[in-house]
């Protein structure tokens, strides 16, 4: 893989191009992030896949409004977004096919030490964190960041513009009120 910096600065190039220049070498890790949440999957008949949804979060990048690309993390970040927003559409479809029936279980991975060993459904975590966000929109996107993409602590402090430590402090707060929300 590249330099972290190579590939801002490839970004920063600020045109469509770019964007095609950068999926094959964020490709990979694209890929470990999709993985990361399919890993878990207990849906046996789920018919997305993560090298879709890899595909289809680019398809949207690539397709959507020009973006001024900040920085690797920030791609990363909105990367992460463009996965929920796309895992949360399938769920909703998926759902309405089965009228309310099947919902779409995922574990919430290990690698962001969110919950041990609790499995949440997709869906019900969707409109915690649209309940969290109208409550602290940064303690929100720290969720979006960490669990949809993968992103460290420094790297979600990079995307947000705070410092590590107000990362640190935040996510346990939000682990904290997601899992009172998602208990009930």
């Known amino acids: 893989m590249e330099n972290p910096g190579e590939i801002t600065k490839i970004l920063q190039a600020g045109d469509r191009a770019a964007l095609e220049r950068i999926f094959p070498v964020v ?3 694209l890929r470990e992030i999709a993985g990361a949440l399919f890993r878990n999957e207990f849906r046996a008949d789920h018919t997305l896949q993560p090298t879709a949804l890899v595909h289809e979060a680019f398809l949207r990048l690539a397709g959507g409004k020009e973006i001024s690309w900040q920085s690797r993390a920030h791609f ?16 909703v479809a998926h759902n309405a096919a089965k009228r309310g029936g099947g919902e779409t279980v995922i574990a919430l991975d290990d690698a962001v030490s969110f919950f041990q060993t609790r499995d949440i459904e997709i869906l019900a975590l969707h409109e915690a964190l649209e309940r969290l966000a109208a409550l602290d929109g940064r303690q929100a996107g720290i969720v979006e960041l960490k669990f949809f993409g993968g992103l ?9 513009g705070v410092s590590v430590s107000t990362v640190k ?9 997601l899992y009172r929300e998602l208990k009930k």
Do not use: K, P
């Open 27 to 29: 490709y990979d890790e």
């Open 76 to 91: 990363f970040g909105i990367a992460a977004r463009s996965m929920r927003q796309i895992l949360v559409s399938h769920a």
């Open 152 to 160: 460290t602590n420094e790297e979600t402090a990079e995307v947000l």
């Open 169 to 177: 402090r935040e996510w346990e707060m939000a682990r904290s009120w």
